[in-house]
C-alpha cells in the first residue's frame, strides 16, 4: 500500500496493491533512496494533485519512508512514477551552515548540530569516539555526509504517522 500526500502533507488517499503494477524502493547505504511505482490507468485519477506517496517501514511498521514525485510516464496499461526520499530534498533546501566547528564530540553531538532549524531529529545513536570536524558554508545534508565519513557510521532516516499528521 502506498499513501498519497499532497503538497500540505495531508494525507489525500491510499493505493491499494490491486492498484499499482509495482513498486519498487531502491536504497544504497548512505545514499539516495529513491522509489519507483507504476499505477495501472484505471487507478491513476488518485494520483491527481499528489506531491509525495509513503509507504511503510520494511523494518517498523510504526514508521513511514516518504519520497517526493520527481516525474512520471506512461504506457497503455499504467503509469510509472519516479520518486526521491524527502531527507534530501529537505535538508538541501534548509540553507547552509555557515561556520560551526564541533571539536571533539560524540557523531550524536554533530548530528545535532547538522539537523538544528531543521524538522529532523537525531534518534537512536550508538556509542561514538570524541572526534572533530567542522561546516563551513554547506547545507545539512553536506554536513550529515561529513558526519558519516568521520565517525564511520550509516545514517538511517524515517517518519511516524499519526491520525493523518506526520510526526
Avoid at 507504476?38 to 510504526?62: G, L
Avoid at 567542522?134 to 499519526?162: G, P, Q, V
Wanted: proline share 1%; hydrophobic share 40%; net charge negative.
Amino acid at each position: 500500500m502506498l499513501y498519497l500526500f499532497d503538497k500540505n502533507e495531508n494525507l489525500i488517499h491510499e493505493l491499494a496493491s490491486n492498484e499499482m503494477e509495482s513498486v519498487i524502493q531502491h536504497e544504497e547505504l548512505n545514499k539516495l533512496m529513491t522509489l519507483e511505482f507504476a499505477v495501472f490507468i484505471e487507478s491513476n485519477y488518485k494520483m491527481d494533485d499528489i506531491e509525495y506517496v509513503a509507504h511503510k517501514d520494511m523494518e517498523n511498521y510504526q514508521r513511514i519512508q516518504m519520497y517526493r514525485v520527481i516525474s512520471s510516464e506512461s504506457d497503455d496499461y499504467t503509469v510509472n512514477y519516479q520518486a526521491v526520499h524527502i531527507i534530501f530534498d529537505e535538508l538541501k533546501s534548509y540553507g547552509y551552515i555557515r561556520d560551526k566547528r564541533p571539536n571533539k564530540v560524540k557523531a550524536s553531538s554533530a548530528l545535532d548540530i547538522a539537523l538544528a532549524g531543521s524538522r529532523w531529529k537525531v534518534g537512536r545513536v550508538d556509542n561514538s569516539e570524541l572526534l572533530s570536524t567542522n561546516f563551513y558554508d554547506c547545507t545539512r545534508i553536506e554536513a550529515l555526509s561529513k558526519i558519516i565519513k568521520t565517525w564511520n557510521m550509516d545514517l538511517h532516516f524515517y517518519l511516524t504517522f499519526e491520525v493523518n499528521k506526520i510526526t
